[in-house]
């Protein structure tokens, strides 16, 4: 399975009755030129943007990127800043979890399948895994 484009996500928006607005393009945008390994929260969404000149409301942001996630573009994450992020919906093979240290909030990507004991290995000690 391949990686949304922004065409394919059009066709699916036109199918459920929405439309992608120059704003939600944008919005994709960001998430297919960000670092593989980065997420964002609205807000940071919300100031990049608006560091590009973008004028785009943060509700805005947040309508986007709950229908988004509903539609399994985006991911979201609940890490331990205590706010959501979100990140592309990348297919296998470049899936992905995560793991939060309860200590000190890192979060640590893990990019190879991981079995159900080691995830409850994992969260056991230190970290939680997501």
């Known amino acids: ?19 992608m607005t120059p704003q939600r393009e ?7 030129n960000l670092p593989q390994g980065n997420h964002l929260s609205a807000e940071e969404l919300h100031n990049l943007l ?5 004028n785009i ?12 996630t509903k539609m399994r573009v985006l991911l979201e994450l609940e890490l331990a800043e205590g706010h959501k992020h979100y990140e ?3 297919p296998y093979p470049h899936h992905h979890h995560h793991i939060v240290c ?5 979060t640590i990507e893990l990019r190879r399948f991981y079995s159900q004991a080691q995830f409850k290995t994992v969260s056991e000690g230190r970290f939680s895994a997501n």
Do not use: P
């Open 1 to 19: 399975m391949a990686l949304d484009t922004t065409a394919s996500i059009k066709k699916k928006l036109n199918s459920r009755g929405w439309r």
């Open 26 to 32: 944008k919005i994709l945008d960001v998430f297919y």
């Open 50 to 54: 608006d560091e590009q000149g973008e």
């Open 57 to 68: 409301s943060l509700s805005t942001i947040y309508r986007s990127v709950k229908l988004m």
């Open 88 to 90: 592309l919906n990348h």
């Open 102 to 106: 309860i200590q000190c909030n890192k």
